[in-house]
């Protein structure tokens, strides 16, 4: 299958881990941002085929996982109310908030829908004009612009039923927020090819000098991963400190300037809390005033919500990358994915389902 099996190519694969090996004289680490890298990295065993003491510590990139416990204790109280279909992607649909989630508010009669694509929100509410039709808009800057697409065709629509629960979260400043952590070990990022798709390279350098650390834009094949390892264990054994696009393919330095200028007069920058981690100063994006009016939060004014993680939950920690999700005591035993704890054994793209799904019994054993 083209652009899968080429970047798959277990010759290539070897030749850049001998590269690796070569280059490598001390242990150092660097973290992938995305959570669809770090289930690449672990799916494919990258990290265990790397020298000794190189390590992978998997970011905050998965944005199921970091949405705020108070947002989605929202989407419940919303979906609940009668006379609204809550429309959302199927990976939402099973994060725990305080009490339940979105699954449990639908099997109690609330109209939960699975939809591929907000337009198909919208779609729905164009063709139910006497219901509220609310989609859930969370995400990086890679969901972004189709959330943005549909509030201006909403509006362009004249569809006034219509409305957005945004938590939209960015990636450099979660970057600027890791390194001024003081129990930060990162010594280099991985950045997420499809963000810099959409965004493209321009914000990386300023973090790049700020704080000394290369930062490799990459893809998700394994090829994709190994190239970027490679460009930053040469980067860190020669003490530079610069940001290179190893995903040519997709990323360009100026990103998708249309979509971009759509970002623009939609959305507009906010503080943002993270779940697991807090909050991080203009660290997402909110609908701006212009389009205040499919704003679901203001529309509902949903108010009274008093959040409560799992106290067994450890995914804070996990989403800063101070332990490795087996380190949680409930790994594989109160928390599954069937029966998950919090939001990073969720999602497909959350450390601990990545762990649970690829290294469960060798965890286990060695626990
Ligand atoms: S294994 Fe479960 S309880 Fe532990 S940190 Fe991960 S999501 Fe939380």
Known sequence: MKYLDEFSDPDLARRLLDQIHAATTRPWAMMEVCGGQTHSIIRHGIDQLLPEGVEMIHGPGCPVCVTPLEVIDKALAIAARPGVIFCSFGDMLRVPGSGQDLFGVKSAGGDVRVVYSPLDALKLAREHPDREVVFFGIGFETTAPANAMTVYQARRLGTGNFSLLVSHVLVPPAIAAIMESPRCRVQAFLAAGHVCSVMGTAEYPPLASRYRVPIVVTGFEPLDILEGIRRTVLQLEAGRYEVENAYPRAVRDEGNVPAREMLLDVFEVTDRTWRGIGEIPRSGWRLSDR???FDAERRFAVTGIHTGESPLCRSGEVLRGLIKPHECAAFGKRC????????????????????????????????
């Not at 599954?336 to 969720?346: D, E, F, I, K, Y």
């Open 291 to 293: 389009y205040a009016e």
């Open 336 to 367: 599954t994915p069937r029966n998950p704890l919090g939001a990073t054994m969720v999602s497909a793209e959350g450390a601990c389902a990545a762990y649970h799904a690829y290294r469960r019994l060798e965890l286990a054993d060695a626990r």
